[in-house]
């Protein structure tokens, strides 16, 4: 069973930002990377460019 965007997502920010990881954690259930965005950018603009590096580094491996 493959995983879904955000438990790659999810993953990758405990990986890459421990120290950041729940700031920058989304449901797990989420496949959509307009979505994580979306909800991480809400938090902060600061988080939300944090994401969209993430999303990014994970779409490149794939």
């Known amino acids: 069973m493959s995983s879904t965007l955000a438990e ?3 993953r990758e ?3 890459l930002m421990p120290h950041m990881g729940s700031d920058l954690q989304v449901d797990p259930t989420i496949n959509a990377a307009s979505e994580i ?3 991480v ?3 902060s603009e600061y988080l ?3 994401a969209a590096v993430l999303l ?5 491996d794939n």
């Open 8 to 10: 790659r997502y999810n």
């Open 13 to 15: 920010a405990t990986r």
């Open 37 to 39: 965005d979306e909800i």
């Open 41 to 43: 950018f809400r938090r």
């Open 48 to 50: 939300g460019g944090m």
């Open 56 to 60: 990014a580094l994970i779409a490149r």
